[in-house]
């Protein structure tokens, strides 16, 4: 820089003086800093005109530099000046004159700079603005502003990123501040600059004063959870934080590598002074210098900042925000809440500081992710010690107790649209034994205790509750009030499925989104999160181990969830499910069902079954006993986990007890042990009968597993009972003893196969001698096992069990086995059997008893039968069966299907030795073939069928048939000889050989062998037999030849012969011959058959003489032609064949071939060739032409260009070749070449086109530029021609054209989107909708042809915003109200925002409606039950174009309510406004009352405390009318007395103390009254009812003794006894009348239902008979409205008449109007007005052509806009400039009511005969300013009379007008063409148009009609329908029986009353319950408004009874 300082002056570059003109003025500030002496100099040097060197020279002048120094000239930033940037300086840029680059400062200096806001400030300004907060403190988001700047200025840093922040509280050292420093980048002076301007954004601001040193904004590589530290984002957040914080901000910074420090100071005192003075607002200074230098701290208020900047020594780089003027109440929250701030920070960022996996405690890895980042924070006040927190060691923000009560997370992730992603994770915090481990704000106020119900094992809290599941993150920091309640697939389903509902509840989520996605600007809510995320095209994947799955997220999801809930729940699992039950020993009906019934439950480890023992625990006493199941209450199907149940045990031992006992799970002891609680049931079973003993009196004892012959004697027995010591028994023990007697009953069991069968049954009682005794028995005969049951028994009920106690019993098992065999059955035999195949005898033996029995070894059977041959060979035993094997028969069988036959078999020694076996005997398997005739040798001929009979026989001859018996016969002896094969499978014999045999060629006698066998069985022998085979006379062959005289032509078969083309070949003849080539003689049989294939009829006479009819040669040659001569009969088909080829004639005519298309473009060469050739006259080719013809070739045409003609031979084609075809420019059509060569000429048509397309024109284009509204369409389609250079239309349909808008905001929907031309080059495109911001675009045509463009026309384009368009509800109302509960709301006016922001007028008050709900919604809709309230009618003062919803009544309860407004627009489109949250706030307060109505005490004045005392625990609170607590300010007591509760005067109970008042506190609206007691023996009347009166006493309240005081009546006795019985029925008493106020709440509700039914129905019922009325008066017959579709019907006909009558032709106008979508244009005069009669139509359209096309608008703005728009070119007239008098003064001719001459034409004002359809009173005023007074008359005398006569009477007259087209003008003149109106055909449409017909708006007169009609019917039905439900509700037996019940009840009351002596009931302590009791059936509890005095209460939007529910319609 030194060097380019020291430039000579002849070195300096010139310049002319007209280089210097255009140079933009600028001047510089600049500091001489060279010297180090605390000095600087600062000069303003202009150098406007310089270039840099003259800027040099100009420097050195201007400090006095010598030649010979150098210097260095810098920006602030340290940026050298030189050539580039010296041009790049701008006007008022600051530089320091230094010696050398790195000189330091040794003064400061300042820089000014300019701050304007950014115009983003604008165009942003719909955003949400800061601290827009949702009831929390905003200050810690502040905060966290700061840290988003601080993050992002070290996110480039290597090393540790500090962000330190210190709350500087201390006095001492000046007024409270805050300081924000890190170790970031620094800023730059420019980036300092650009950090003070508002809305400047890191896309738009510049880091530099040079182009040159831009750097722009790079989005960073996307990381895990978006944790790129780019969360500086919108230029806003900082500045609106600091003045959040405070006063006044000064910024501190040094950039990396930078000598000096930049600061920069802003103030809101500064800024005000800066306002007063008038200064400019946006400018200031930048103070640059060197580090650790604060000598410009003066000021005693900030002393912290010496210590501070001498912190800056050292630093590379910093940044450090000093905030000033903190607010106080900042300071007293900062103080105050310390760790609840600081934890709310640490939540904020808590990925940034722990990294991405959060800080999970329970993990023993070291979580790196987040230690390069150190936020500390500090607080320093004076004599204190200073407070420190690093974010890192904060342990309880939620995250972290998020991370560490969960046990398992789900990994998603999130696509949305391009580039925006959501990585998400869900938590699973499970539940463990008897807690929900869902983390709870450890600071948020805790809810109040629920007292412990001893039936519940376990507290079930709620988990997440209604919390949403995910909280949101932004680039890794979260963004505080967003949150997304749930996703589809993550939701509870509405159906039970496999995972429990609660499941759903302990679940939390984090969604972490990267910058694709719009926060608001101070980063407090996301603009569109949710609503994009549950957009149809987010795509969600499931992401494992890093890695994104593609899988369906839902099924995924309820796996995982499944997963964590069976892993991780520690809930009690009840197993073992075993159906539903219902228990009716429970009370509560709505309780006794469903009981799900389980085996077993597992709890904290441990497992209970049914038939375990187990010992209760809180019982008394306590129990001993059997589980018998578990039950819980609920539907359920299967094993479940759940909180808690019941379980069912008998109590042990059941012989004592028999009882079965429910208690809760709970109170099982789970520390009992086993062997304890069996030994206490041992204990009481000793006693119990244990065991019998049996004894054998004769000594035939059976033992155990006997076996004994079949009848066997059995017994005697004796039997003994014994219990368990010993003792014999005879009764059980006990106290019931004597009729529990024992008895013995024996029962012996078979085991039969079928089953168990009882053979002996005997019951034994006790007998004197013998205890029990049982004879002998001896009739077990039958086999098998055997059991003897002795079992004890009751005598009661012969009952086996006493108390499930099994009684003793004994068993012994025996057998009985079979005897000797005495006889036997023949088993049975499957027959049929074969001749000699062997088969088995089965016989069955057995004993006497029929026991089957097994046979001896030595019996041999005897087999007989008389006519068959019989042998076996042996035998065999099988148990009880004896099997005669192998037997065989022999003889003769005559048929295959068999034969029966008698076989007797004998066993020799047995009773019945003989039995008969019938068995069926079929012939043998095949033995032998046999083939007839026997002969051994036949002679046939040739062709003729042989035939031979084959047979199949088994052993004994017998003909026997067997599955696939084929018999096969072989030729032998000749080739190709066929083989023949029968079936015997079914008849054992078949036929073979019975078609032709026939052998070609043969010529002689041949012999052949025919060998019969059957493949299948081989053991069967061959059978051969000869045949001698003779020729055949069947014809063999056919032979053709030709005869001409004598010469013969042989022609052979297939031969090939040339012949002249279009010849016939005659003289053809053929002869036939046999096998034995002999001569057949041709008969006429023989001649039928012959067939020739070039002729289908033949002269069969000829062919019997051997002629074939003449060959006809085709006219083509070269094209072979196929001949055949066939013979046919039904032994043979023989066949001779030939084949022409047909040669060309002699030399004809020229023939021309193309070679390409007859078209060619203009200026262009046909394509191809033309080939030419002589043909004969068939066409044939000849060879005439040769290569010499081709000089005395010709070609011509009119119009030939011959440049590019080209004639040639085609040597291997042998052809002419002409090509290079081409015409001149010219018309097309159609052009015809001559082609000529000697004799021979040849013409062929070429049809010339249209050159190459090379532009594109618009036809009929419409005026330019053209208006529309966005989202509409142009019905007008717009069509393109295509043109050549030479302006031919041109219709080549390759060329595409296609219609592209200018600019990417211009959103077309078109059709096509492109298209090829039609064959006349035409295209039209039409537009459908066009959508675009406001502003003109353009439409380009373009077209393609060969990959090259055609550029064509640009239509303009302007698009205009809709004014009817709603896209924003505007929503305005007091934020300064209050809301008392029960009150009225503020008025809430809203304003439908059109397109062009303005508000909407003429909709519907009907489409809008305001709805509100409980609570603060989480969504951008409100729940179902919101309430829905319609607006009121506006004031006269008010505004038209508002909807005012006033009136509205407060909900009654307090708390928060989200009101928002809905516009329905469409059937299923609706447009939203935002929500406001309103906090409904307690009414005055007004009594004194508890939570609940207490119970009616009942006292006596004994000794015992607890019967005196009257209250134990009571909190009482100040209660506004509508029981919300309201008195949270008042202080003072309450005073509690006795009173009567008559009004005489009585004895009066004291106190304890012997007091008559009680005093107790009230703090904050609220007193507990505890232990309030009479005294002992006190005065009182006994059976008297007192009243306990509890008065508030409020000092110093305004509201005095209006708090009305709560009473309690009770009872007062003078015995204990008496007062027993009093409090039993006090406590009925007081069910009762709860139980009255329900049922009367139940029928009032009802009631007053049918009472506003009743009204509706009454008000229906008269609008139908209304509307009857109007219709009969329309002339429409109500008789045939009976249904609605017959209404439909009618309204259908009515609509199709209406549209027929639009669609008549009527005058139009035709002027387009492209204006009128402008809200504030009425549009163009034409348009504006209608005129009935065509002859005035025309005169008046005429007279106003001027001004027909003059576009009306009601502001100067707006024409204005017109008027730019067009160039001018537009006329516009604005109505605010127009001025026009309203005057309904008569006709010129008429004075006071008098005619002053009688007038003739029928003079009448032509204002006056026009029609306005719409803005009538604008109308008036267009045309009363265009037209004036001109009148109309018929005739042009009639005008001239008329004329004449106000002249005369000295009257001005008007223009006058005639219905035949002449004008009068105002000064009397008429005549010539200027004052004669044309043919109105000759205006060109611009006229005013016709109106419809009266019977148009009839027909719609009559569709509103129908239409009410149709409404009112429907309604009325639907209330009458609604009113009769209900009326039959009420008479239902249910609400009988509830009015039965009520009644009842009343009577229990009143004798309940009188038994106490108490007066009935008061309304005052019944008010609280029955307003509960109401309040339960409002979902909302919102009343949508009060009824005013006088009228009916308005229908609720929903009435919940018990029984149903039931919608009703708000009228």
């Not at 003027?325 to 609840?340: Q, W």
């Not at 204190?384 to 995250?399: A, E, G, K, S």
């Not at 020229?1150 to 066409?1179: F, S």
């Not at 129905?1657 to 045939?1680: C, G, M, P, V, W």
């Amino acid at each position: 820089m030194a060097d380019s300082c020291t430039l000579s002056i002849a070195g300096l570059v010139e310049k002319g003086p007209d280089e210097t003109e255009n140079l933009i003025p600028k001047k510089v500030i600049i500091f001489d800093c060279r010297l180090e002496n605390n000095t600087t100099t600062e000069k303003v040097l202009d150098v406007q005109a310089m270039d840099f060197n003259e800027f040099l020279v100009a420097i050195r002048k201007e400090f006095s530099i010598s030649s010979d120094e150098t210097f260095v000239l810098s920006t602030t930033d340290r940026r050298e000046i030189n050539v580039d940037r010296f041009e790049e300086l701008n006007d008022g840029n600051t530089l320091h004159l230094l010696q050398s680059i790195d000189q330091a400062l040794s003064v400061s200096t300042k820089e000014r700079i300019l701050f304007l806001p950014h115009y983003d400030t604008l165009i942003k300004s719909g955003m949400y603005e800061y601290y827009a907060s949702e009831g929390q403190n905003s200050l810690p988001y502040a905060f966290a502003e700061l840290i988003d700047n601080s993050l992002s200025a070290t996110s480039n840093n290597d090393g540790i990123r500090i962000i330190d922040i210190r709350l500087m509280f201390d006095d001492s050292q000046g007024k409270p501040a805050v300081v924000i420093l890190d170790n970031g980048c620094g800023m730059t002076s420019k980036q300092l600059n650009n950090w003070a301007v508002y809305r400047l954004s890191k896309f738009t601001r510049e880091s530099s004063e040079f182009k040159s040193d831009h750097t722009g904004y790079v989005r960073p590589a996307p990381v895990p959870r978006s944790l790129n530290s780019d969360i500086s984002y919108f230029g806003v957040g900082g500045k609106q934080a600091v003045f959040y914080i405070g006063q006044s901000t000064r910024m501190i910074t040094k950039p990396a590598g930078s000598m000096d420090v930049h600061e920069l100071l802003l103030s809101k005192e500064e800024f005000e002074k800066k306002e007063k003075n008038k200064e400019d607002i946006y400018k200031g200074f930048i103070l640059n210098r060197k580090p650790g230098d604060s000598s410009h701290i003066t000021n005693e208020d900030e002393r912290f900042l010496h210590s501070l900047i001498s912190e800056e020594m050292g630093k590379d780089q910093f940044t450090a925000v000093v905030v000033t003027g903190v607010l106080p109440e900042h300071i007293l929250f900062l103080k105050t809440n310390f760790h609840l701030w600081t934890r709310e920070l640490a939540h904020v960022y808590h990925y940034y500081v722990h990294g991405i996996h959060g800080n999970d405690m329970k993990s023993s890895k070291i979580n790196t992710d987040g230690s390069k980042i150190d936020i500390q924070i500090s607080s320093l006040e004076k004599l204190r010690i200073p407070r420190t927190v690093n974010l890192r060691d904060i342990n309880n923000d939620m995250q972290t107790l998020y991370i560490n009560t969960s046990v398992d997370a789900f990994e998603f992730k999130a696509h949305v649209e391009e580039e925006g992603i959501v990585e998400g994770i869900i938590r699973y915090h499970p539940f463990l034994y008897d807690k929900e481990t869902y983390p709870q704000d450890p600071y948020a106020i805790p809810a109040s205790p629920v007292e412990d119900d001893e039936d519940c094992a376990i507290i079930n809290q709620e988990g997440r509750g209604k919390k949403p599941i995910f909280e949101c993150f932004w680039n890794g920091r979260l963004i505080p009030y967003t949150t997304v309640a749930e996703f589809d697939w993550c939701a509870q389903p509405k159906k039970s499925g496999p995972v429990p509902a609660e499941c759903f509840s302990r679940i939390s989520g984090v969604l972490f989104s990267n910058d694709k996605f719009q926060v608001s600007t101070n980063k407090l809510t996301f603009m569109d999160l949710e609503l994009q995320l549950k957009g149809k095209e987010t795509i969600f994947t499931r992401v494992v181990n890093g890695q994104e799955q593609r899988v369906k997220i839902h099924k995924e999801f309820t796996q995982w969830l499944k997963d964590c809930h069976e892993k991780w729940d520690k809930q009690i699992k009840f197993s073992g499910f075993n159906g539903i039950m219902t228990r009716t020993d429970i009370a509560t009906k709505k309780m006794q069902s469903p009981w799900a019934k389980f085996t077993s439950i597992e709890w904290d480890g441990k497992m209970y079954k049914a038939g375990q023992h187990v010992k209760s625990t809180r019982t008394h006493p306590i129990l001993y006993g059997t589980i018998v199941q578990f039950l819980l209450y609920g539907d359920h199907d299967g094993d479940v986990h759940s909180t808690g149940g019941q379980v069912q045990i008998t109590l042990e031992p059941k012989a004592i007890y028999g009882e079965v006992r429910t208690i809760p799970i709970s109170k099982i002891d789970r520390g009992a042990n086993l062997a304890s609680i069996r030994k206490c049931i041992d204990y009481e079973l000793a006693k119990l009968p244990d065991r019998l003993k049996v004894t054998w009196p004769e000594g035939n004892e059976w033992t155990q597993k006997e076996v004994r012959p079949a009848g066997t004697p059995f017994g005697p027995i004796h039997v003994e009972i014994l219990n368990k010591k010993g003792e014999l028994m005879a009764k059980m023990p006990g106290a019931n003893s004597a009729s529990k007697k024992l008895l013995i009953e024996l029962k012996v069991i078979w085991q039969s196969p079928n089953g168990d069968v009882v053979t002996n049954s005997h019951v034994c009682q006790h007998g004197g001698k013998w205890s029990y005794w049982f004879k002998t028995m001896e009739n077990l005969s039958k086999l098998g096992k055997y059991t003897l049951y002795l079992q004890t028994l009751l005598n009661e009920n012969n009952a086996s069990t006493c108390s499930g106690v099994q009684l003793p019993s004994w068993k012994l098992e025996f057998s009985i086995c079979e005897g000797y065999p005495v006889k036997f059955v023949v088993g049975a035999v499957f027959t049929p059997f074969r001749v000699g195949e062997p088969f088995n005898i089965s016989l069955e033996l057995m004993d006497g008893f029929g026991n089957p029995s097994q046979p001896p070894p030595d019996l041999k059977p005897v087999l007989e039968c008389s006519a068959l041959q019989l042998s076996y060979e042996g035998t065999e035993a099988n148990g009880s069966t004896l099997v005669i094997k192998d037997v065989k028969a022999k003889g003769p069988v005559k048929s295959c299907l068999g034969k029966a036959f008698n076989v007797k078999i004998t066993l020799p020694g047995f009773i019945r030795s003989s039995q008969m076996l019938k068995i069926n005997l079929l012939p043998g398997h095949p033995h032998s073939l046999r083939v007839k005739p026997d002969s051994e040798e036949i002679s046939v001929e040739n062709g003729t069928a042989p035939m031979f009979q084959v047979e199949v026989q088994d052993e004994a001859g017998n003909i026997t048939a067997h599955p696939k018996l084929i018999v096969r016969c072989q030729l032998q002896g000749a080739p190709n000889l066929p083989i023949a094969a029968v079936d015997c499978s079914n008849t054992g014999t078949g036929q073979l050989l019975d078609k032709q045999l026939y052998i070609k060629n043969i010529k002689k006698e041949e012999t052949i062998v025919a060998k019969f066998d059957i493949p299948s069985l081989e053991n069967i022998q061959a059978v051969e037999r000869m045949m001698r085979i003779t020729p055949s006379c069947w014809v063999a062959r056919l032979e053709i030849f030709s005869q001409e005289d004598n010469n013969v032509m042989a022609i052979g078969d297939k031969e090939k012969i040339e012949w002249t083309a279009g010849d016939i070949l005659k003289n053809l003849h053929f002869r036939l011959f046999d096998e034995g080539n002999r001569n057949v003689p041709i008969t006429a049989c023989l001649a039928n058959k012959i067939k020739v294939n070039w002729k289908a009829d033949v002269n069969i006479e000829k062919l019997q003489q051997g002629k074939l009819p003449d060959v006809p040669i085709s006219n083509l040659a070269k094209d072979e032609h196929f001949y055949q001569v066939s013979f046919q009969d039904e032994n043979v088909s023989v066949e001779c064949s030939f084949t022409i080829t047909p040669r060309p004639d002699e030399p004809k005519r020229m023939k021309a071939t193309l070679q390409c298309g007859t078209c060619v473009g203009m200026g262009e060469v046909l394509t191809g060739e033309i080939y030419l050739d002589v043909v004969d006259q068939y066409g044939n080719k000849t060879p005439t032409l040769t290569s010499a013809c081709v000089n005395s070739f010709g070609v011509s045409a009119e119009g030939l260009d011959k440049s590019s003609l080209s004639i040639s031979w085609q040597e291997n084609l042998e052809v002419i070749v002409v090509k290079g075809i081409k015409f001149f420019p010219g018309a097309p059509g159609t052009k015809e070449l001559c082609f000529a060569w000697r004799d021979f000429v040849e013409y062929v048509r070429i049809n010339l086109m249209a050159g190459p397309p090379v532009k594109l024109h618009l036809l009929d284009g419409p005026e330019q530029p053209l208006q529309i509204i966005s989202g509409n369409g142009i019905e007008r389609p717009f069509t393109v021609q295509l043109h050549d250079e030479w302006g031919n239309p041109s219709p080549d349909q390759r060329v595409i054209i296609s219609l592209k808008p200018s600019a990417a905001e211009l959103k077309l929907k078109y059709s096509p989107a492109s298209q090829p031309v039609d064959a006349d080059g035409n295209a039209s495109f039409t537009m459908s909708q066009v959508m675009a911001p406001k502003g003109e675009y353009g439409l380009e045509f373009k077209a393609s042809f060969n990959k090259k463009a055609i550029q064509g026309p640009v239509l303009k384009l302007k698009v205009v915003p809709d004014p009817n368009k709603p896209v924003k509800l505007s929503v305005s109302y007091d934020t300064n109200s209050v809301f008392p509960a029960g009150g009225f709301l503020t008025v809430f006016a809203v304003t439908v925002m059109s397109e062009d922001g303005s508000a909407i007028k003429n909709l519907n008050p009907a489409s809008i409606s305001m709805l509100m709900w409980k609570g603060e919604s989480s969504g951008p809709r409100p729940p179902a039950g919101a309430a829905t309230l319609k607006c009121s009618k506006p004031k006269d003062t008010e505004k038209h174009d508002c909807f005012y919803f006033r009136d509205k009544i407060i909900p009654d309860r307090v708390g928060k309510y989200t009101i928002q407004f809905v516009l329905c627009i469409e059937k299923n489109k609706c447009l939203w406004s935002h929500q406001y949250v309103i906090n409904v706030v307690p009414n005055d307060p007004v009594k004194l009352m508890p939570d609940s109505q207490p119970p009616t005490p009942v006292v006596s004045n004994i000794h015992a405390i607890t019967s005196r005392t009257l209250v134990e625990s009571l909190p009482l609170k100040i209660m506004d009318e509508y029981n919300n607590p309201a008195g949270t300010d008042l202080e003072g007591e309450v005073l509690v007395c006795i009173r009567s509760s008559s009004s005489s005067e009585e004895e009066l109970p004291l106190f304890e103390g012997k007091t008559k008042t009680m005093h107790f506190t009230l703090s904050k609206g609220s007193a507990h009254i505890t232990n309030l007691a009479v005294m002992e023996n006190c005065p009182g009347i006994d059976g008297t009812e007192y009243i306990l009166q509890f008065n508030p006493v409020v000092p110093g309240s305004r509201l005095g003794d209006s708090l009305r005081p709560f009473e309690l009546p009770f009872l007062f006795y003078n015995d204990a006894k008496n007062q027993q019985q009093m409090a039993a029925l006090t406590k009925k008493k007081d069910r009762l009348s709860q139980s009255l106020v329900a049922y009367k709440s139940l029928f009032d509700t009802n009631n007053q239902l049918i009472s506003e039914l009743r009204d509706q129905l009454q008000d229906a019922t008269s609008k139908e008979s209304h509307l009857k009325s109007e219709l009969r008066k329309n002339q429409i017959s109500i008789t045939q409205l009976g249904t609605m579709e017959a209404i439909d019907a009618l309204i259908r006909e009515k609509a199709a008449e209406q549209e027929r009558i639009r669609r008549q032709p009527r005058r139009a106008c035709t002027i387009p109007d492209v204006f009128k979508s402008n809200p504030d244009v009425l549009g163009k005069v034409a348009h504006l007005a209608q005129v009935e009669d065509n002859d005035a139509a025309r005169v008046i359209s005429w007279h106003l052509s001027g001004d027909m096309d003059c576009v009306v608008t009601l502001t100067t703005a707006a024409a204005r806009q017109i008027y730019d728009d067009t160039q001018g070119r537009q006329q516009v007239m604005p109505l605010d400039s127009v001025f026009w008098r309203s005057s309904d003064r008569p006709l010129p001719h008429i004075r006071n009511g008098l005619s002053s001459f009688p007038p003739v034409g029928n003079p009448i004002f032509v204002r006056d005969l026009l029609i306005f359809p719409e803005h009538a009173d604008s109308c008036r005023i267009v045309f009363g300013n265009l037209l004036g007074d001109t009148i109309l008359v018929d005739t042009l005398d009639a005008a001239n009379h008329y004329r004449k006569g106000v002249v005369q009477s000295k009257m001005q007259c008007p223009t006058l007008l005639t219905r035949q087209g002449e004008r009068v003008r105002s000064n009397g003149k008429f005549g010539g063409l200027q004052n004669k109106a044309p043919a109105i055909e000759k205006l060109r449409g611009q006229v005013f148009g016709a109106p419809l017909s009266d019977q148009y708006y009839k027909f719609s007169t009559q569709i509103d009609l129908l239409q009410q009609y149709r409404v009112a019917m429907v309604k009325c039905r639907q209330v009458r329908e609604d009113y009769d439900m209900h009326m039959e509700y009420m008479k239902s037996p249910e609400m009988l029986e509830k009015e039965g019940e009520m009644k009842a009840q009343e009577l229990q009351l009143k004798d309940i009353e009188l038994k106490l002596g108490m007066t009935p009931a008061r309304k005052s302590n019944t008010s609280a319950l029955k307003r509960t009791v109401a309040q339960s059936g409002e979902p909302s509890g919102i009343t949508p408004k009060r009824a005013r005095r006088g009228e009916r209460t308005p229908p609720l939007e929903s009435t919940v009874t018990s029984g149903r529910v039931r919608r009703n319609r708000m009228s």
